[in-house]
């Protein structure tokens, strides 16, 4: 036994011993910062799909994948991405935790999956940067750490062969979405907007922090798989390297202003001259950024996840639910009107999202609920046509 007090759990098909969460409470409930190595269990939604996404991408390469977990923990993710995702020459396992080490290796040793996986005591930026050079570099990289990704993204996208995936998570929600201002310009070097649509933002910002390191080194950066849920952001980005790929990834970042008093936002490049006050109702606006502007995922992969084969994730409902929303709401604008603030605004009772929906539809504007905000609507319809819709409901 490696930690004092453990159980034994199954993600998938892989068996994991992970801390028990009785024995490292706060308040009453399981922290995983309490024990000796981090497990989070409410992140296997988080590890389930990730699963889904590599099955997705090993057929795209003729060859078996190169896999980096530089933030390990227990090892549940790089383990279960060895046992689970045919096609795997390699997995590399890193934490700087001591105590981490003994733990990763039994959860190999439980899952028979030692000839595919290198553990090291290390610091995850030198990890990375000891795979840096050609030849070396992984085909998919995860970075999920406790906080946010951005002190390991020039390391990541260093280590990152090209057309490989970076997949990122960021728990610092916080700072992303506008409570802590200072705290989102020094970690993401940008503006957040506490708005209706934070988390949106939020997430675009993340984006975007990645996208600035991987154009330094002319990789572009396309956007695969991206959303909010629980507390944290997660997204997975394919880098293709190109200078004029990488303008192109630079042309979609930008700011988007946003209006308290009547709803109105625009985006803008980050070369266009940005407005002070409101267009429509001339009160002064937020702006935010710079943030990614572009799509959040794409179509042809949430597809593809939807017709996988789901038979050992017990996160499977979550999941479906999850990647047809998505699937509705690509391709719209970036934001989202929260109906709940526009019928307040508008001293309105408050309609049934599928009403407001089917009204705008009627209208002809693209419109989608979205995974971000259960009472939120996503759409290409003015605030304007918003507003008047609503109030005729």
Known sequence: MFITNSTTVREGTTDLEVPDPSSYTFQGQYAPFRAPVFYNPKMEFS??????????????????????????????????????????SKVVMGDLNSEALPVIRRNVSLNGVEPLVEVFERDANLLLTEYAEPGRRFDFIDLDPFGPPSPFLDSAVRALKNRGILAMTATDTAPLCGVHTK???????????????????????????????????????????????DHYFRSYLRLTLGAKRADASAAMLGYITSCSACGWRASYALSAALPSSCERCGAAVMRGGPMWLGPLSSGQLIGQLLLHDMANIKTSVRIMKLLTTLLSENGLPPSYYVIDSVCSRLKRDVPSLEATLGALRAKGYASSPTHFHPKAIKTNAPISEIEDVVSML
């Open 183 to 229: 705290a989102c310009l020094r970690k993401y070097g940008a503006i957040p907007l506490h708005s209706d649509f934070c988390h949106e933002a939020g997430l675009r910002i993340m984006i975007a922090a990645a996208v600035r390191e991987a154009i330094k080194y002319d990789l572009a950066a396309e956007v695969l798989l991206s959303y909010s849920v």
């Open 47 to 88: 590890r389930d799909l990730a699963v889904l996404v590599l099955r997705a991408f090993a057929p795209t390469r003729d060859y078996p994948l190169m896999i980096c977990d530089p933030l390990a923990g227990v090892g549940a993710r790089g383990v279960r991405y060895a046992k689970e995702v045919p096609s795997i």
